[in-house]
């Protein structure tokens, strides 16, 4: 009787073991789970500060990933965005040793793991990389063992680009990480493009609308940049400005819209024979005048840029002209340069290219004028505009 009242307690301890060591496990897991959930959270209130303050869409997406680092680690990354031409895509970040040295290059919807993403707007879960029949980020990128989450950046429209994340071990990826990715990328989505019309609303604050050119303000900005180089480089840099030849009688004899459309058109020709890629950045001054502002560029080279500017301008078909054959469209010229060991304002070096330019108004019109003999600043202008602009000295 001894023994078989023992054998029901030994039985009785085994289950109480068992149940403690369930209990156990699922405390682990409960604690696991809400770590990890408090992590998400976490996450997406660091995203969401970032999103609030990050105005660059470049360092939008930097930020953003070095969080996701820290919840969900990996070893490389990239971003793509859908082209404005919709043609493919373009990389806009790449992360890790795996991308190091990478050079950019368009991908095309449905190639590789970004472009199968982008084309079907569906995330894409990678367990084994060797095993997937393309890249997984860049098209140099050899095929070796890894693990892959990525996911489309979208709005209710259209896929903005996508983001994807790997590593270098296959399968370590959670199925929970991948639904984070897949959650996360809409704000990751709202975010960028709250960032992009940031970038573009200031933009246009700094582009003449009319001409596409910079505006006045962005001007004395690229001046001051230009000061500051000469006194590195000890270089010679030009202004030059310009002015259209008799604008108001095309405003009084055909309109103020034909006159919008004659700026609009000297804007686009001003861009395209200008060293805009280098060293010639043109800008609206105001009205119907232009400037050109020469970077490393000395009195002769300057003066060279301005006569194959002033011909050009004379022979382009500007529609005012095919419109009216009898019309002519010509511009006047002046030219100042501020020299290597000058110690000249930048007040003083426009004062000078307004001077030049008036006096190819008085010799005739359509000339060019390079600051000197027959040229004059009087001292009052100076005294007058002298505190609005910074001086610089070398």
Known sequence: MRESRAKPKKKATKRAKKKSVEESVERSDLKAHLYRKLSETHLFYEV???????????ELIEKIADAIMKVMPFDDASVYIVKK????LEPFYLYGPLLQGAVG???????????????TGEPLFVEEAAEFDSFLHHPDEQ????????AAMQNDNRVLGVIGFSRKSPGVF??????????????ISAGFEKAELFKKTLELSRVDELTGLYNYRVLKEKLDEEVRRKIRT??????????????????????HLEGSRLLAQMGALLKFLCRTSSTDVCFRY?????????????VEEAMSVAERVRKAFEEYPFSLKVAHPSERVTISLGVATMTAGSSMTITR???????????????GKNAVTCYGDGCHVPETDLDHEESDIETYHP
């Open 105 to 119: 290059e368009q991908v095309y919807f449905e190639n590789g793991a970004p472009g199968m993403i982008a084309a």
């Open 349 to 363: 070096l426009i004062k000078e290219a307004d001077a030049a330019l008036y006096r190819s108004k008085a010799i």
């Open 48 to 58: 969401g500060k970032i999103i609030a303050s990050a105005l660059e869409p470049s």
């Open 174 to 187: 959670q199925v929970e990480e991948f639904d984070l990715l897949r959650t996360l990328s809409h704000v």
């Open 143 to 150: 095929a070796k063992p890894g693990s892959y989450i990525g």
């Open 85 to 88: 031409d919709l043609t493919g």
């Open 286 to 298: 105001g009205g119907e005048e232009f400037s050109i502002l020469l970077a490393e560029t000395d």
């Open 234 to 255: 000890a270089r010679d840099f030009s202004f030059i400005m310009i002015d259209i030849d008799d604008f108001k009688r095309v405003n009084d004899r055909y309109g």
